[in-house]
């Protein structure tokens, strides 16, 4: 796991370079210098409770000034519209974490990585932090395509309660 991480640093380190563009196009468009726009987009991480948060807002805001408010409505904006890389791969360790269990099952055999790719790309949130991807499948919310049952995508029916 720890290699084929490493081997796709670049691919999942992406999400950087496409906030870096757009937290420089939010500089240019406000005409105020990369360093506090990148400022404003650290502050986000920061609970609004904390005394450091506000510390830091009222640095931002005196550097600033009325450009400010503008400034942090779109480093918000792109912070959200922008999927962060940890929580992707956390979300994927989470469900890898049986894996080698089912790999013994599988007798060493490479197919069933085709299999569990397919089966975690077309499955369905069940429960999720973000309300639009709810009851979506990965494929679903990275196209926007709704799609058939992964079951019936592999030529199955889904699966059916018992009927007493």
């Not at 506090?36 to 948060?53: E, M, Q």
Request: charged share 25%; proline share 4%.
């Amino acid at each position: 796991m720890r290699v084929a991480l490493q081997n796709q640093r670049d691919d999942l380190l992406a999400f950087v370079g496409v906030l870096d563009d757009k937290l420089a196009a939010i500089a240019r468009a406000a005409a105020v210098p990369d360093y506090l726009v990148r400022a404003t987009c650290l502050l986000h991480r920061k609970p609004d409770t904390s005394g450091a948060f506000w510390q830091g807002w009222n640095r931002l805001h005196a550097a600033m000034g009325r450009k400010f408010y503008r400034v942090w409505s779109a480093v918000s904006r792109a912070m959200q519209s922008t999927p962060r890389s940890s929580s992707l791969v956390e979300n994927l360790n989470s469900r890898l974490r049986n894996c080698p269990t089912l790999r013994r099952h599988l007798n060493g055999s490479r197919a069933w990585l085709g299999l569990l790719q397919f089966f975690l790309n077309h499955r369905r949130f069940m429960r999720s932090r973000c309300s639009e991807r709810l009851g979506k499948s990965p494929r679903e919310a990275m196209t926007g395509q709704d799609h058939s049952h992964w079951l019936t995508l592999l030529g199955l029916r889904p699966l059916q309660p018992r009927q007493t």
